[in-house]
């Protein structure tokens, strides 16, 4: 059932339809792709590249009051060959063959081609061939289509010679900038990035991935953005905001007062979650992401599957729990050994509601994007 569908079925009420698509089991093998991409193109293509998935910690919602976000690059990602094409076109394929122009995958790979001819990475009448493949889920909240465009923007910048690009978007960014046990942080204003240390693995932590595949009855990013802009009319800039107190008395709606509570006090969760991570202390973040999913509730947020996740993970021995994007992917901080019990946590609960079971798998913060081949 596609996404339509399934939105529809969240509408009515139904029974949850679980997780959309498949998570790829299998890690994508570059010489493969490179037989592949041969295969398809008849020439070789000029290299292989991988960019990271990409795992929202806290704060991806409070781009419009120029807050912060804090990331994680996933072990799972998108892998590309890419070579030049005999003509201006850009021509995408998977391993099982090619993309229409309207996939989700194809019109990344034309984004990140448009971008680099901006700026002069790549000639306006060269065309270039690209071959995915993926082991991240497309529809799970986890930065696919940043990924794709990741991999391709750095492949063209490596193959004209130039300094790695920077990402046009928080997603691409940390996919871009992310290295091993460490956390991104983005500034949602100007976009820039710091990297800080969170090394799970030395810890004997994880991060449990639990995707739903819930959907929210209506997309509310626009709806949120246009709240948080109404109350900046009032308040100035959300990230200015010293007397949270005062400046809410200042909203006469209720809904705009709950919104700028969670906009506000989201930013002063993630610099205390930024301190101890510069402190060494990335397993005392787990109650700070735990408070920062209580308030997203003041944001409308999360789904009622996204509330049973995070609650039984906590239950079944989750340090800290999160409702991660804008849907129904959560993300739970625990140790390594409590893993395996989590997952059959979720799968017992879900059942229980005569519901799909999550996905649920665990990672730790992994590498940014670079060349394989």
């Not at 609650?311 to 901080?333: I, K, N, Q």
Request: hydrophobic share 45%.
């Amino acid at each position: 059932m596609g996404g339509a569908g399934v939105r529809l079925r969240a509408v009515l009420g139904v029974r949850s339809a679980g997780p959309r698509g498949t998570w790829p089991e299998r890690e994508p093998d570059a010489d493969a792709l490179l037989r592949a991409f041969r295969t398809r193109f008849g020439a070789p293509p000029a290299g292989v590249w991988h960019a990271p998935g990409r795992l929202a910690l806290m704060g991806e919602h409070t781009a419009v009051g120029g807050g912060a976000g804090l990331y994680v690059a996933l072990p799972w990602g998108v892998t590309a060959a890419v070579g030049p094409a005999p003509d201006p076109g850009v021509h995408v394929a998977a391993p099982d063959g090619p993309l229409r122009p309207r996939e989700g995958a194809a019109r990344a790979v034309a984004r990140a081609v448009a971008e680099a001819r901006r700026t002069g990475t790549l000639g306006a009448d060269t065309g270039i061939r690209v071959a995915l493949d993926a082991n991240l889920p497309e529809h799970a909240s986890l930065g696919y289509t940043a990924a794709v465009e990741a991999a391709v923007a750095l492949a063209l910048t490596d193959l004209d010679g130039g300094p790695p690009p920077e990402g046009a978007t928080a997603d691409q960014r940390v996919s871009l900038a992310a290295r091993p046990g460490c956390a991104v942080r983005v500034n949602l204003r100007s976009m820039r990035t710091t990297v800080l240390p969170f090394d799970l693995a030395a810890e004997g932590l994880r991060l449990v991935v639990v995707d739903t595949g819930a959907l929210p009855r209506r997309d509310l990013r626009t709806v949120r953005s246009a709240e948080l802009e109404r109350a900046q009319e009032v308040l100035g800039p959300l990230r200015s905001v010293q007397d949270l107190p005062g400046s809410l008395r200042r909203l006469p709606d209720p809904v705009l007062r709950r919104r700028v509570e969670y906009a506000v006090t989201e930013v002063h969760r993630l610099n205390a979650a930024v301190g101890l991570l510069r402190a060494g202390r990335a397993g005392e973040t787990g109650p700070i992401l735990s408070a920062s999913h209580l308030s997203l509730r003041r944001f409308g947020l999360p789904t009622r599957e996204a509330e049973l996740a995070a609650e039984t993970a906590s239950r079944a021995g989750a340090r800290g729990v999160r409702v991660s994007g804008w849907a129904g992917t959560v993300l739970a901080l625990a140790a390594e050994e409590r893993v395996d019990g989590i997952g059959e946590a979720l799968a017992t609960e879900f059942g229980a509601m005569g519901w799909v079971p999550p996905r649920v798998r665990a990672a730790v913060p992994s590498a940014g994007a670079h060349r394989l081949r």
